[in-house]
Structure formats: structure tokens, C-alpha cells
């Protein structure tokens, strides 16, 4: 199956520093990406949508000026969370589309290994 | 709303035993349903996939059954091992006009036993 990377795997930072989290398809291409959240014992939620080229889409609630999503090239999106406190401390997964997959409806997303982020 | 519930919230089994995983869904419209399984720390990897005219759907000691007629779905591990054990992710995937959104299950937290 595709394969998607996350960098890093795991991070740790300060309170008011900024933290990138890139994600790439490494053997196809993606228009579109995804970023989620998980806190423990939770479900994935849906933060944004990145688009290839274009401004990325954000779920409701969540801060587009402190989630910055970039999707410049269509194996990359990067997600910085800006001025990270405490509660931002979670683990971030991203995933990518593979439209090439056939119709629309079969698309499948592949997820990749997550970013643990840990905000002291 | 959507929403997509799957029980039992967590499983302990013996090794080499079966176990069968529930989902419920009042998602609509239906696209299609995966199921998803997540070790600990990791991303979701996909396990099936089934569009609304597949009732059931086998990959290696997994089988998923789904019924979208009652918009319930199951998934079946059968002779399970040591390696088994991780969180099962129900996840359901609506299409409309163009627009596809994904909802999660909360996920079955399954622990195999020697």
C-alpha cells in the first residue's frame, strides 16, 4: 500500500514557541491532505483540510492562525502550531489522498505514524 | 448528526481465541466504511474497505460483514495473536455532491492475552 511519512515522530518543545510537523506521500501524489488530532482514549478529529496550491480548509473551532497548514507541493503539507501551550499537547496525524485509486468514491486516504507533541 | 458507535469499548481475549468487534452508523450518505487498526502511538492502517453492495469482505484473519440496511457492521479476528492487539477503528466515509468527510468511530481497545 502507499506510504505516507511524518517528521518528527516526536517532539517537545516550550510554552510560546512554534513547532512544525511535515507530512509527506512518498510514492504518490497528493492534492489533497489532512490533518488530525488525537488526545488519549479518543478518536481521530478532523482538524483541516491542506490543498495543493491553494488555502486550506479548517473544521469548525479550530484556530487557523495557530494551526498554519501549507500544502505547497503535492507530497508535502506542513502543519506549525504557533505559540504552543500545554493544551496543544496531543498527537498529530495527518493523511493523504490518493486520487488516482479510480472513481472518487473508492479513494483511499493513508494515514501516516503520527507526531507525538508534548508542550511543557 | 452523524455519528458512528462501536462496541464493546475495550476487549481482553485469550490468544488463539475469536472475537467480533460491533459498529453501528446513522451516517448518511453512505459512501463507504473501513475498518482501521491502530497500535498504540501509531497511525490507523486499513484493514477493508466496503461499498453499500458488499456485505462481506475478508483480509487474511480479518472478516468484515456490513448490513446497510441496518447500518451496522462487524469485524471478525478469528485464531487471534499477541499481535492483535491494538485499537479497531469503525470509520465511515459520507460523499455529498463532491464533499467526502470521514467519522470516526471512537474505536474498540482490543488486548490479547497469552
Known amino acids: 500500500g502507499a506510504v505516507v511519512s511524518q517528521h518528527p515522530s516526536w517532539v517537545i518543545c516550550k510554552s510560546g514557541t512554534s513547532v512544525k510537523i511535515e507530512c509527506r506521500s512518498l510514492d504518490f501524489q497528493a492534492t489533497t491532505m489532512f490533518w488530525y488530532r488525537q488526545f488519549p482514549k479518543q478518536s481521530l478529529m478532523l482538524m483541516a483540510t491542506s490543498n495543493e496550491g491553494s488555502k486550506a480548509t479548517y473544521e469548525q473551532g479550530v484556530e487557523k492562525d495557530k494551526f498554519l497548514i501549507n500544502h505547497a507541493s503535492l507530497t508535502l503539507s506542513t502543519l506549525t502550531v504557533t505559540s504552543a501551550h500545554p493544551e496543544d499537547s496531543s498527537f498529530y496525524i495527518c493523511s493523504a489522498r490518493d486520487e488516482t485509486s479510480g472513481p472518487s468514491f473508492s479513494y483511499e486516504q493513508y494515514f501516516g505514524p503520527g507526531t507525538r507533541l508534548t508542550v511543557t | 448528526k452523524n455519528q458512528v458507535e462501536q462496541s464493546p469499548q475495550s476487549l481482553i481475549i485469550l490468544e488463539g481465541k475469536n472475537c467480533t468487534l460491533q459498529?453501528?452508523?446513522?451516517?448518511?450518505?453512505?459512501?463507504?466504511l473501513r475498518w482501521y487498526k491502530q497500535d498504540t502511538g501509531r497511525g490507523p492502517v486499513s484493514l477493508t474497505i466496503?461499498?453499500?453492495?458488499?456485505n462481506t469482505k475478508s483480509n487474511g484473519r480479518y472478516t468484515a460483514t456490513l448490513d446497510a440496511d441496518t447500518k451496522q457492521s462487524s469485524l471478525h479476528i478469528t485464531a487471534s495473536q499477541l499481535s492483535d492487539s491494538a485499537s479497531y477503528i469503525c470509520v465511515v466515509r459520507i460523499s455529498n455532491f463532491g464533499n467526502e468527510k470521514l467519522t470516526f468511530g471512537t474505536g474498540t481497545r482490543l488486548t490479547i492475552i497469552p
Open positions: 466496503m461499498t453499500f453492495s458488499e
Open positions: 459498529c453501528n452508523y446513522t451516517v448518511s450518505p453512505f459512501s463507504n
